[in-house]
């Protein structure tokens, strides 16, 4: 209660927080105040409309609020409670069949559109199409004209009201700069605000010449160091995504989706797809590898598998899988070469999807209807597996010790440090909130006053489905360790777009370990 004193008469007025409000939803006596506590907002009840019908008693401010878009989060569930102008919209996931209901889709921080991105003469990239024209259909898969295609996301200002290690938080957005809001760590980068900042819709993919691109039908590039990812992309006059754009897009989408699990609300992701097989017949100059029929069920055609030690480091699509005997499949790739196979010792293993596999999605959140979820690509604000396939490589944090360090000038400086007195020297500094020295099912989230949007486990004991739902993997090592956003095609439901793996070397290269581009105008 609000106390108001007026002689030897107190007046107390009733309060909650917003998002209590829009859960219980009461209907106020006439002439009765309500209050939110964490919006100072008020509207005044006339006994028989409910709270989320009243009109706050500035009109103004009705107004407004309908461009802040937000949920609120209890620390238990996974799904949260939509607020201001999200109460008013609906979403749910497309598939290839049906583009269904998105309200979000072309408003505020979700008027997004996809572009064509290529360098000019002097390695400065440029947008060569847009979205919608003939020239961005023409060349968007075009491996000659090499253009990269990117999702656009204007700029924004976001809010988080939470406590370092409590689970109850708000998160807010919207293109309007409110008191308490402050810009989107995306779009502010040294000292400069901007309107658009472009993410890969596709992940970095390998373009065949020892290259990256983000086009469709390219495997994701994989098996290089984050400091490898970077010097190609920025031979682009690109840059690598690092926690202040996958922040920015776990905030925004948390609002949209309502739900911390990503995977339960739009799709599991490529997370169930790792499998593998031992040859159990020998063979020479082929391009099969025989194994049980138990393993064979495990694969199937197109999928990219490597068969080692025939054709390590090669990975080739699968053409057809058949019965060889009433035990064993004979699984035959298109390789293009022949080799041997020694029963007991020969393996196959499935690889990372080629991109394209939500081409067909009729929206920008959702799967195609076929295929089995967790073995099939998802698309997430336009992003094809944001989560899950491959492990993105994060630049600008990484973990020394028992010490989080943020680069405060990615774009600028990307070595990483060696030691905690080297991170000073870079320009590194400490990440103020906890974060857990245990890994598990993440429960709650730190919280940086100097980075608000940042969300690191502080606390394990979770469980696959809430109140996040995916895992944190780290360990008690010293050296520096970079930080792996999203999980891959073997983490099964411990991925998701908060699943963070602080458990490798900045140096780390690893056959599931991609990244994620950048573009800014």
């Known amino acids: 209660m609000t106390k108001r004193t007026f002689g030897s008469v107190v007046v107390q007025h009733k309060t909650g927080t917003a998002a209590q409000w829009t859960s219980v939803n009461p209907t106020l006596a006439k002439g009765e105040f309500g209050i939110e506590i964490d919006t100072n907002l008020i509207k005044v009840g006339d006994g028989v409309t409910t709270w989320k019908n009243l009109s706050y008693i500035n009109s103004r401010i009705d107004s407004e609020k309908a461009t802040i878009f937000g949920s609120s989060f209890d620390g238990v569930n996974s799904t949260g409670t939509r607020l201001y102008g999200s109460a008013e919209k609906s979403w749910s996931p497309s598939t290839d069949l049906a583009a269904e209901t998105d309200d979000f889709y072309g408003t505020g921080a979700y008027d997004?559109?996809?572009?064509?991105?290529?360098?000019?003469?002097?390695?400065?990239?440029?947008i060569v199409a847009y979205e919608g024209t003939s020239a961005f259909d023409t060349y968007k898969a075009d491996d000659s004209y090499g253009a990269d295609v990117f999702v656009?996301?204007?700029?924004s200002y976001i809010r988080r009201i939470a406590t370092d290690s409590v689970g109850v938080e708000t998160k807010l957005v919207s293109t309007k700069n409110y008191p308490g809001f402050v810009p989107s760590p995306m779009h502010y980068r040294n000292s400069i605000l901007h309107d658009y900042i472009g993410i890969t819709k596709y992940g970095w993919c390998d373009d065949g010449n020892n290259g990256i691109c983000s086009r469709t039908g390219k495997p994701p590039k994989i098996n290089i160091?984050?400091?490898?990812f970077e010097a190609l992309a920025r031979a682009k006059g690109l840059l690598v995504a690092g926690i202040n754009e996958i922040s920015y897009l776990q905030h925004i989408g948390s609002i949209k989706y309502n739900s911390l699990n990503w995977q339960t609300a739009v799709g599991r992701g490529i997370a169930d797809l790792y499998a593998s097989g031992t040859a159990t017949v020998s063979e020479t100059g082929v391009s099969r590898i025989i194994v049980s029929n138990a393993q064979a069920a495990s694969f199937s055609v197109g999928e990219l598998v490597r068969i080692s030690p025939a054709g390590s480091g090669y990975w080739w699509p699968i053409a057809s899988i058949a019965a060889y005997d009433t035990s064993n499949m004979a699984i035959t790739v298109t390789s293009g070469v022949t080799f041997n196979t020694t029963s007991g010792s020969t393996t196959i293993e499935t690889f990372c999807v080629k991109s394209g596999g939500t081409d067909t999605v009729l929206g920008v959140d959702g799967a195609v209807s076929t295929g089995t979820d967790g073995k099939r690509s998802i698309l997430t604000m336009d992003i094809e597996n944001l989560y899950g396939n491959d492990w993105k490589l994060l630049g600008g944090l990484c973990r020394i010790g028992s010490a989080i360090y943020i680069n405060p000038s990615p774009d600028t400086q990307y070595a990483w440090p060696s030691t905690a007195a080297d991170a000073a020297t870079k320009g590194w500094v400490q990440y103020g909130g906890t974060y857990s020295a245990s890994e598990g099912y993440i429960k709650t989230f730190g919280y940086d006053k100097n980075y608000p949007g940042i969300l690191l486990p502080t606390t394990v004991g979770g469980d696959s489905d809430k109140p996040v739902g995916d895992y944190y993997?780290?360990?008690?090592?010293?050296?520096?360790?970079?930080?792996?956003?999203g999980g891959s095609l073997d983490d099964w439901s411990s991925a998701g777009a908060f699943c963070v793996d602080l458990y490798d070397g900045v140096g780390a290269a690893y056959w599931s370990f991609g990244a994620l581009g950048v573009f800014i105008p």
Do not use: C, H, R, W
């Open 112 to 126: 997004t559109f996809e572009v064509l991105v290529k360098p000019d003469s002097n390695g400065v990239a440029q």
């Open 152 to 155: 656009m996301f204007p700029k």
């Open 225 to 228: 160091t984050e400091n490898q």
């Open 473 to 485: 993997y780290t360990n008690t090592n010293t050296d520096p360790k970079i930080a792996l956003f």
